[in-house]
T-cell receptor, first 117, second 114 residues
Framework: AQKVTQAQTEISVVEKEDVTLDCVYE???????LFWYKQPPSGELVFLIR??????QNEISGRYSWNFQKSTSSFNFTITASQVVDSAVYFC??????????????FGAGTRLAVHP | NAGVTQTPKFRVLKTGQSMTLLCAQD?????MYWYRQDPGMGLRLIHY???????AKGEVPDGYNVSRLKKQNFLLGLESAAPSQTSVYFC?????????????FGPGTRLTVL
């Protein structure tokens, strides 16, 4: 069965520290997509990145970077020089084929990141 | 371009009452979804729709009904609310099918059933 595990329930760091959020997934599909979403204290879900299973290149976007390792079924997210505005719950998600071939997102339980001044 | 909007943002119901949550998107997306978010459980799919006039069950459909009479709107109904339905409800939409398309989420509706 498909599954997404975010083992870190809560992480607390001081501003300017680097922090890595772990995501491990299980799937039997050969084609799949991985996502990260951010949920700030205001509650909305903000899309951060989508990665397909055929593209293992790491990606960097400003202070954010993602490390996709198919060999270990991991899709980790690193924030460099963290800021207070990075405080949020971060969700990793996996898309799989659902009945009829429609998209279904499997979410991890989320990691709450608190960045202190 | 408002993206995905949800109405209302907050609601308190008594057990047995009914209500409808409205989701609207202005991105001309074919696919729409309703999720619920509970502490420590991530998001779980309630129902989804792959186009106007179609709906289908997700992981946790019991106690909910949905309708998609117009492409831009997706309604979630609770006919007889129960305390177990206390949750935050998110609507999402995606352009097309499956794994290739990103789902974009609305701001959520916080529902409390007393």
């Amino acid at each position: 069965a498909q599954k997404v595990t975010q083992a870190q329930t809560e992480i607390s760091v001081v501003e300017k520290e680097d922090v890595t959020l772990d995501c491990v997934y299980e799937t039997r599909d050969t084609t799949y997509y991985l996502f990260w979403y951010k949920q700030p204290p205001s509650g909305e879900l903000v899309f951060l990145i989508r990665r397909n299973s055929f593209d293992e290149q790491n990606e960097i976007s400003g202070r954010y970077s993602w490390n996709f390792q198919k060999s270990t079924s991991s899709f980790n997210f690193t924030i460099t020089a963290s800021q207070v505005v990075d405080s949020a719950v971060y969700f990793c998600a996996l898309s799989e084929a659902f009945s009829g071939g429609y998209n279904k997102l499997i979410f991890g339980a989320g990691t709450r990141l608190a960045v202190h001044p | 371009n408002a993206g995905v909007t949800q109405t209302p943002k907050f609601r308190v119901l008594k057990t047995g009452q009914s209500m409808t949550l409205l989701c609207a998107q202005d991105m001309n997306h074919e696919y729409m979804y309703w999720y619920r978010q509970d502490p420590g459980m991530g998001l779980r799919l309630i129902h989804y729709s792959v186009g106007e006039g179609t709906t289908a069950k997700g992981e946790v459909p019991d106690g909910y009904n949905v309708s998609r009479l117009k492409k831009q709107n997706f309604l979630l109904g609770l006919e007889s609310a129960a305390p177990s339905q206390t949750s935050v409800y998110f609507c999402a939409s995606s352009l097309g099918e499956a794994s290739t398309d990103t789902q974009y989420f609305g701001p959520g509706t916080r529902l409390t059933v007393l």
